[in-house]
């Protein structure tokens, strides 16, 4: 294997837009692989973004240097990821590349094909994706469960981003994988404009959820936590619906005109957003290793997080732990940060320094290309 790899990945969306953390770490690899010399290729899905058609943007060839390729989708609830990761999988095994970097467990399922072609294939497992609510019971759930399987089975070398999802490997199929988590890069700071224009937001004036609308993202816990606090923030959840409209309906059910939804944000807005809340929240059940997360802290933000290692694991003494799915801890945790604002203020001057201290993108990359390398 030379110094200079060809390099293919799929299992993403689409690079560049941002639709989740999975199209975020994409994005990172292999834009800062391509600037290292690497000859990168993305297999992009098909179809409409997941916020809807308005966010679909122009069909790119090409994107800083990484080539862009979409694969037929059929463009419907179950069958986009599958149809898509099928085809990508099948033109990776024709293409010549060094490497094919499968993204989440799911699009694994496939990974015998490049395989077949004596592929090196590497698996990135950004969560445990068949445990999530929207696929419990269905073929959705057995079908990402037979491709953490396959991964095991067929992957030279599987990534995973926190220590519990290594023990899970390790636990339940003996199998060793590498630990290489996401990083993070250092925002601008801005001032809230197009927020207090378009929802009323002050500097301070809210508690923040960003992320995808999905129920193992705590929101139903926060929702009604806040319905609860004494206070005269707002709330304010921000994020795409990701085949969840029921979901977000039972929410505004819960939680009234109170709450603020502001839908996928990008750019400006997604910056104000991170720059001026009072606290970010993520209350989650379930995670691989949440991107948002590491984005708020950068930003300099008080962080509640759930005691789940992927959370806790990250955050360490620098911000308020609450006991996952637990609405009366939540809502102890919110109040007591609503009343102390010094408390608040602590948690904000030690964030940032911490997390861009403790997660580098550069680093991650470098990782990474020593991984696909070994055993060359």
């Not at 069909?59 to 099928?86: H, N």
């Not at 199929?173 to 929802?199: C, M, Q, S």
């Amino acid at each position: 294997m030379g110094e200079k790899l060809k390099i293919a990945m799929l299992g993403q969306k689409r690079v560049p837009s941002h639709e989740g953390g999975i199209e975020i770490v994409v994005e990172e690899l292999s834009t800062r692989m391509a600037a290292k010399g690497h000859d990168v290729t993305l297999y992009n899905r098909g179809g409409h973004h997941v916020s809807g058609k308005e966010f679909d943007s122009q069909k790119l060839t090409e994107y800083k240097s990484v080539k862009l390729k979409s694969v037929p989708t059929i463009d419907r609830k179950g069958l986009a990821a599958v149809s898509s990761s099928f085809f990508g999988a099948l033109r990776a095994a024709f293409g010549k590349y060094d490497v094919v970097h499968f993204h989440a467990e799911g699009p694994c399922a496939f990974m015998w094909i490049p395989k077949l072609f004596g592929k090196r294939c590497v698996a990135t497992v950004h969560g445990l994706d068949w445990q999530r609510e929207k696929w419990k019971g269905g073929f959705g759930s057995k079908f990402i469960h037979y491709g953490e399987k396959q991964a095991v089975k067929q992957a030279d070398e599987i990534i995973v981003l926190s220590k519990g999802m290594q023990d899970y490997f390790l636990r339940e199929y003996g199998r060793e994988t590498v630990l290489i988590p996401n990083g993070v890069n250092k925002p601008e700071v801005v001032e809230a404009k197009e927020i207090k224009d378009r929802w009323g937001l002050e500097k301070d004036g809210y508690i923040l959820f960003l992320g995808r609308i999905v129920p193992e993202k705590g929101l139903r816990y926060l929702v009604k936590a806040y319905e609860e606090l004494k206070t005269d923030k707002k709330l304010v959840i921000a994020g795409g619906a990701s085949d969840t409209d029921k979901f977000v309906k039972e929410l505004k059910e819960i939680g009234g005109d109170e709450v603020i939804y502001t839908g996928f944000v990008s750019g400006r807005t997604l910056d104000e957003l991170y720059s001026n809340c009072y606290i970010y929240c993520l209350p989650s059940d379930l995670e691989g290793m949440p991107l948002s997360l590491l984005e708020a802290m950068s930003y300099g933000d008080c962080c509640v997080v759930s005691d789940i290692d992927e959370c806790a694991s990250v955050v360490e003494d620098k911000a308020v732990v609450m006991k996952k799915s637990d609405v009366a801890d939540l809502r102890e945790k919110l109040q007591k940060l609503c009343d102390e604002p010094k408390t608040v203020q602590k948690y904000k001057d030690e964030a940032a320094e911490f997390i861009l201290k403790k997660y580098g993108w550069d680093d991650v990359v470098e990782r990474t290309i020593e991984l696909y390398k070994r055993g060359a």
